[in-house]
């Protein structure tokens, strides 16, 4: 009972950040089922005393989402994450370009953090490294996000 709860309030929002991930729908719902199943199956790797289970279930998605990143890589493939026009306005597409253009390691971390909300510490945890390459990170794809958007609105 207690892992459907986690499951019914984890999944949509871990999905929607492998999506910002891997820029494709089916495959963000893959990587999503398949770390659940890997937590189900191995629940002794989380460590209470090191993070919460939230931020160990999104590390684990990250890296699973980093291998397929590298195998679709190797197989020339690159996903698009705009798969439709966005009736909400040309902001929003150019936004979603501006977006896509970001590394997929930004574009998560951005993510993790805007959208979703993590704290830093947290961030540090999905991602193994300390806060303040954490900070350095969102810094860097903060000020990438700000040229691609300054460039885009000035050819517009």
């Known amino acids: 009972m207690a892992f459907e709860m986690f499951y019914q309030s984890t999944a949509q929002p871990l999905q929607n950040f492998l999506f910002s991930y891997v820029g494709e729908r089916q495959s963000a719902e893959d990587i999503s ?58 902001a929003r597409v150019m936004l979603d370009d501006a977006l896509r253009q970001l590394d997929p390691d930004g574009r998560s971390l951005l993510w993790l953090r805007e959208v979703e909300g993590h704290s830093y510490d947290e961030l540090a945890g999905i991602l193994g490294i300390p806060v303040g390459t954490v900070r350095s990170r969102l810094f860097t794809a903060r000020e990438e996000l700000r040229r691609i958007w300054k460039s885009k609105s000035q050819s517009v």
């Open 33 to 90: 089922h398949e770390t659940f199943i890997q937590l189900w199956q191995h629940p002794n790797g989380f460590d209470p005393g090191k993070s919460k289970l939230r931020t160990y279930l999104f590390a684990m998605a990250r890296h699973r989402a980093a291998d397929w990143w590298r195998r679709e890589r190797s197989h020339g493939k690159v996903p698009e994450i705009l798969d439709h026009v966005d009736p909400r306005g040309e």
